[in-house]
């Protein structure tokens, strides 16, 4: 009897199963929220689908009716380009607050730096080795899901990564080390502080790098041109083995 019980509190408490819309949303809300908390990243619609166990279009509708009330806030994806994994790119989903608190944290941060580092020389240079940092971080998280799951190509390991981060990666074409990154998760504070793109050119650097054995023994060579294009700012990487590094010092 008391595992019958259980089942129907379990069912009871399954968001999914509220009637009421209103109920449904402030618990997908309150999930975003758990998952910004953990991750520091938003959610699509699948996500929210699997989650709830509802379809992705009305976890979809559910979203956008947030997005209205000025709960969430989505980023929007070029969908015309070539799809990062199948499909198009998704939409992430994210709440407003932490948004609003991720902005005011990166706003001081970078104006923290630019304080310590007054000539634009230095203040990249810091910026760059930050990036780096946080490139190698994400490699080595990468590398610890990796032993759960199957191995990928080091191409879609970057897009899963840039994907996951928000940055919504798109294929140029037939050459996949050229991207646009069709969404900036830190757009808004692009503006005053450009310092930031130049972390995340040191994080893809960074990432690429240390990503696996197979690239640990080469210095990535990273392009990123901001915002040059009405798809993205352009992002290109290549390689250069140790070898090449040696004659160009010599």
Known sequence: MSQDIQ???????????????????????????????????GLTAQQIGAAFGIHPTTARFHLEHLVKQGEAVRQTRDGDGQSVGRGRPAVIYSPTSMNHAREDMISSLCTALETACPDTRSRNAAALKAGLAWGRTLAQQRREHAEKSAPSSMTQTLLDVLNTLGFAPVRTGSDSAS???????????????????????????????????????????????????PKGCFLKVAKADNQSRKRVKQ
């Open 179 to 229: 991207l646009y990154l069709t969404s900036c998760p830190f757009l808004d504070s692009v503006s005053s502080h450009p310092i930031i793109c130049t972390i995340h050119r040191g994080m893809v650097r960074g990432f690429v790098e240390s990503s696996n054995s197979a690239t640990r023994d080469r210095k990535a060579r990273v392009l990123l041109k901001p915002l040059t294009s």
């Open 7 to 41: 089942a129907r509190k379990r069912r009871d408490q399954t968001p999914s199963r509220r009637r009421s819309g209103e109920e449904i949303r402030s618990a997908i809300l309150d999930y975003l929220h758990t998952s910004a908390e953990r991750t520091g990243t």
